[in-house]
């Protein structure tokens, strides 16, 4: 079974949060949206705090779900779970993203988007807002 088909029956628990078209840019509290050049590895760019983090920010922002200033940007966690080459140096990503809130909220997002070494941003980002987690918490 393909691994994107195991992520995809793996997360029965995420409310499906694909919101529309990509609104107003982030202001400058998370970095650029280009890739890490020293991470070129054989299942493509790590993408980590760029645009998945960015835009899973902007898709929460627009939906309401948190702001600027409830964020506490310097805690911010974005993990790579898979990539799979789809193309020339095309690939299909899917990222785990956790904002922190200066309540100590968290809000944990899957974002899911395809990148390659030059240009992390290939495509928009489908992002799925975590509910609930079932079962033990990797640390």
């Known amino acids: 079974m393909p691994y994107f088909a195991i992520l995809a029956i793996s997360f029965p628990t995420i409310f499906l949060a694909r919101v529309?078209?990509?609104?107003?840019?982030?202001?400058?509290q998370i970095t650029g949206a280009t890739p890490n050049p020293n991470t070129r590895l054989s299942n493509g760019p790590d993408c980590s705090g760029s645009w998945p983090t960015n835009m899973a920010f902007v898709l929460l922002k627009n939906e309401g779900i948190t702001t600027n200033s409830?964020?506490?940007?310097?805690?911010?966690?974005?993990?790579?779970?898979?990539?799979?080459k789809i193309g020339k140096d095309l690939y299909h990503q899917?990222?785990?993203v956790i904002f922190t809130e200066y309540s100590g909220r968290t809000i944990e997002a899957i974002a899911v988007h395809d990148a390659s070494h030059e240009e992390c941003s290939m495509t928009g980002v489908e992002l799925f807002v975590v509910s609930q987690r079932l079962g033990s918490e990797s640390k």
């Open 20 to 28: 529309g078209l990509l609104g107003p840019v982030v202001q400058a």
């Open 70 to 84: 409830k964020i506490d940007f310097s805690k911010t966690k974005t993990v790579r779970l898979a990539s799979e």
């Open 94 to 96: 899917v990222y785990d």
